[in-house]
């Protein structure tokens, strides 16, 4: 092939031709074609707690219909997986398809025998939810119906849904008109919306999030594997603390009843004697006699006695909530006789953060043999991302001698910042591979506070989200951060003023936030600062750029024998075939910066000039193991910034 891009000269021909032509010619223009497919299905509910989710096999398509182009009549199916060959056919032949919730129809798709790697999606719930911004709206396709075309759902089978009936116990022709109302109504909803989203520019947001939905339906129906020793081990060592934590703490309060509310009140407000929280100022203030168990560790301790109890409360809320958020499910999976061995599934959210970064659900689980205080089956959930850093070495590889991979984009919300802001002091120290945290920690240490570098790096980048509170030693490395990075500062001021005078931020590649009742006090505080500092930075780095790395990894490992489980923020997990490490390693490299850089060109018009890194690391459990980085010369360069020393091979970690 022909290189189609100079900015793709750094990309060997070999992984290039893994890609399809609609990321190697990324444009937005591709929903301006009328060859498009609407689809939409029917599922069955078989699956724990009712869920229609594909990673349960007992689940399965009930009826699918579809429809082609802007005037094409509505064609349906009732059948299963198995017989959906010609809505595959059709959905493979369009230029791009068509869905409301769209992830959850590719993932069923999937098992139908479609190719993932050939689908240009649209989703109608996605284009809403850029339209909105940072702004909460309804955005079910029956609020979206009517709200633009002043219709709802069919109510019979609406109610039967709410209900709890299964689809394939529903009335065949009713159920076959609701799909296609559906689709009929998916589709109208797209025409108004495509030439609104044009003008508004946000067909290229709308291209990012949608090129994604295919990879991250892919990554859900792997799930993820648990190391059963692993589990075990850690299991019994919580239980085993929280057992002692639980006898510490009862001993100390008499024995009362954890939850009882009216015993734990007077325990400690009365007993104990702790101050509690004020609910208003002045004449109007009341007191707050909470019993939750955060709120009991926020209360000031100043006699003895209560200081044990805040320490043994927290020891006990830390182990309980390791226990029962977490390692109770996943004991319950391993403890599991499943063939397909210790698999626990979650779903990816791409339409609820305020910053438009992903977001993850567990997917509800029963477990037969674990029982709650009614002697009934316990059900439980843990989703794929923000657990505890120490659990996430109790997952493995599901094959003998394979291995654990994640690649990363190193400190990429700095690097972001730094491009947002044009700021050569923080590039430079981009380029040079400072280590930044050691600057907190030598400011820290300096102001009074002795602080050892890995307790430093909660502070490092704490001002670039609006975090100005602290110790005395904090605040001083605070206002040292905004004072010495001043293109950041100057780019978070020039935000702020822009909310408190438009209502809205609009980023440099069109993505508007909107901060309606941002006003400033009589003190000279604008409301919202923190957000309005903290959004346009999170919302580059991981609604944009890890989206767009994420999706390209995914089409390079396509050829591999070795796949994605997971993505966290700003990363990618595989497993990985013995065989496979070091291409792993190179497609995480182009992924996350080269790819990156072109896509930004291509779709925004964006020329990122603050160098994008890469961390690999490769092991036998997730996070373990060794870890090599690199930072590619980026295609652009900043104005008064000397490359010479950025560390474009790989070294270690």
């Given amino acids: 092939m022909t290189r189609p891009h100079k900015l793709l000269s750094k990309v060997p021909i070999s992984l290039l031709k893994r890609l399809p032509k609609f990321l190697i010619n990324p444009s937005p223009d591709v929903y301006l074609s009328d060859n498009f497919v609407v689809f939409d299905l029917e599922t069955n509910t078989k699956g724990d707690a009712g869920s229609p989710l594909p990673c349960w096999k007992k689940n399965s398509i009930v009826c699918g219909s579809w429809c082609i182009g802007e005037h094409g009549k509505v064609h349906n199916i009732y059948g299963n997986e198995l017989e959906m060959a010609p809505l595959v056919a059709a959905l493979e ?27 240009i999606p649209y989703d109608t719930m996605i284009a809403e939810y850029c339209k909105n911004g940072n702004l909460k709206t309804p955005l079910s396709l029956d609020a979206l119906a009517k709200k633009y075309l002043g219709q709802g759902k069919a109510r019979y089978i609406d109610l039967c849904m709410k209900g709890g009936v299964d689809p394939e116990d529903m009335p065949k022709s009713k159920l076959i008109d609701r799909c296609n109302s559906d689709i009929l109504q998916t589709r109208a909803l797209f025409l108004l919306q495509r030439e609104d989203m044009r003008k508004r520019g946000l067909l ?53 009843n954890p939850r009882s509310v009216p015993q734990v009140r007077e325990f400690v407000y009365e007993t104990l004697k702790f101050k509690p929280k004020m609910r208003g100022k002045g004449r109007n203030a009341t007191p707050i006699y909470s019993t939750k168990s ?38 319950g999976v391993v403890s599991e006789q499943n063939p397909d061995g210790p698999i626990f599934y979650a779903q990816f959210n791409q339409t609820i953060t305020v910053t438009h970064r992903l977001s993850s659900s567990g997917i509800p689980r029963t477990f037969p043999a674990i029982l709650n205080d009614k002697g009934k089956p316990v059900t439980k959930s843990v989703q794929f991302q923000n657990f505890k850093r120490e659990f996430k070495p109790i997952m493995c590889a599901r094959h003998k001698g394979w291995d654990m991979g994640e690649g990363d984009g190193s400190q990429l919300e700095f690097r972001v910042a730094a491009f947002l802001g044009q700021c050569p002091v923080a590039t430079q120290a981009i380029v040079n591979n400072l280590d930044v945290h050691t600057d907190t920690m030598n400011i820290l240490t300096k102001a009074g506070q002795p602080t050892i570098r890995q307790d430093a790096k909660a502070h490092t980048f704490k001002p670039l989200f609006g975090g100005m509170s602290g110790t005395k030693a904090e605040v001083e490395y605070y206002e040292w951060f905004v004072d010495h990075y001043y293109g950041i500062r100057d780019a978070q001021q020039r935000w702020i003023d822009k909310a408190l005078t438009t209502k809205k931020v609009v980023l440099e590649h069109g993505f508007t936030f909107y901060f309606p009742d941002c006003k400033m006090n009589n003190n000279g ?54 065989d496979e490490h070091e291409e792993f390693r190179q497609c995480c490299k182009y992924a996350f910066t080269h790819l990156v850089y072109y896509y930004l060109k291509e779709v925004y018009d964006m020329e990122f000039n603050v160098p994008l890194g890469v961390g690999v690391k490769i092991g036998p459990n997730w996070g373990k193991g060794d870890e090599l980085k690199c930072v590619p010369l980026p295609p652009y360069k900043m104005d008064g910034i000397d490359y010479k020393e950025l560390i474009t091979d790989w070294i270690d970690g």
């Fill in 294 to 331: 955060a709120d009991l560790l926020l209360l000031k301790a100043t006699t003895k006695r209560q200081k044990e109890f805040v320490k043994l409360k927290a020891n006990y809320s830390t182990y309980n909530a390791d226990v029962t958020k977490n390692l109770l499910f996943f004991n």
């Fill in 204 to 256: 290229p947001h709308i291209l990012t999030r949608c090129l994604l939905s295919p990879a991250l339906a892919d990554i859900e129906s792997h799930g993820m594997c648990l190391d059963i020793e692993g589990v075990k081990t850690l299991y019994n060592d919580r239980a085993t603390k929280l057992a002692a934590a639980s006898a510490e703490l009862d001993l100390f309060t008499g024995g009362i």
């Fill in 525 to 578: 505080y604008v409301s919202f600062s923190t957000n309005i500092k903290n959004y346009p930075v999170q919302h580059l780095a991981t609604a944009e750029i890890i989206p767009i790395a994420v999706t390209y990894l995914w089409h390079l490992m396509r050829e591999m024998e070795s796949f994605l489980v997971n993505t966290v923020h700003d990363s990618a997990i595989a497993e990985l075939h013995p």
């Fill in 93 to 119: 032949k369009a230029d791009f398809i068509i869905g409301h919730n769209v992830k959850f129809d590719i993932g069923w798709m999937k098992r139908a025998g479609v190719d993932l790697y050939k689908l």
